[in-house]
T-cell receptor, first 117, second 109 residues
């Protein structure tokens, strides 16, 4: 099956710093990528949808200036948590879909655990 | 707004039991529904994908059904094993993939 690689898998940072998480589709071109966050013992919450070459669409309540998403190529999307604070500590997962607006299966990265001290 | 609910939230059973996990969604205009498992601290493993035109999918001891008109899906796990212990998530796809609240399953020997 298709492979999505997410990096880093774990990151610990000090409050106030920015952290970038990468999501790569390794064997297909991902026209659409989704970013989710998951708090302990809770389900995945969609943060934003990004289509290659256009601005990301953020879900209600997600600060776009805090969670910067860039989908500059068909195989790479990045999520940057700017000026991270302890409440941003969470598990972040990306997913990718091969065809824009399609109905096919989505493939997920392994997730990135962010801990902000 | 699509809302996806899973019942029960948690389940603890002895090994060998047959299990039914439930997923309901409020907007039946979906493209497909997917079931995932998530081990603690790990990413997602896709189990079954059911397209909106399909009624069920099977993989090994897993069987998932979909009744789009009533907004329901069930995941049936036959002869449960301790290795099945995980959180099970359903997700529906419209223009985006929305996850359910999850069922935490523990199968004890």
């Amino acid at each position: 099956g298709a492979v999505v690689s997410q990096h880093p898998s774990r990151v610990i940072c000090k409050s106030g710093t920015s952290v970038k998480i990468e999501c790569r589709s390794l064997d297909f071109q991902a026209t659409t990528m989704f970013w989710y966050r998951q708090f302990p013992k809770q389900s995945l919450m969609l943060m934003a949808t990004s289509n290659e070459g256009s601005k990301a669409t953020y879900e209600q309540g997600v600060e776009k200036d805090k969670f910067l998403i860039n989908h500059a190529s068909l195989t790479l999307s990045t999520l940057t948590v700017t000026s991270a604070h302890p409440e941003d500590s969470s598990f972040y997962i990306c997913s990718a879909r091969a065809n824009r607006g399609g109905t096919g299966e989505l493939f997920f990265g392994e997730g990135s655990r962010l801990t902000v001290l | 707004k699509q809302e996806v609910t899973q019942i029960p939230a948690a389940l603890s059973v002895p090994e060998g039991e047959n299990l039914v996990l439930n997923c309901s969604f409020t907007d039946s205009a979906i493209y497909n529904l997917q079931w995932f498992r998530q081990d603690p601290g790990k990413g997602l493993t896709s189990l079954l994908l059911i397209q909106s035109s399909q009624r069920e999918q099977t993989s090994g001891r897993l069987n998932a059904s979909l009744d789009k008109s009533s907004g329901r899906s069930t995941l049936y796990i036959a002869a449960s094993q301790p290795g099945d212990s995980a959180t099970y998530l359903c997700a529906v796809l419209t223009d985006k993939l929305i996850f359910g609240t999850g069922t935490r399953l523990q199968v004890f020997p």
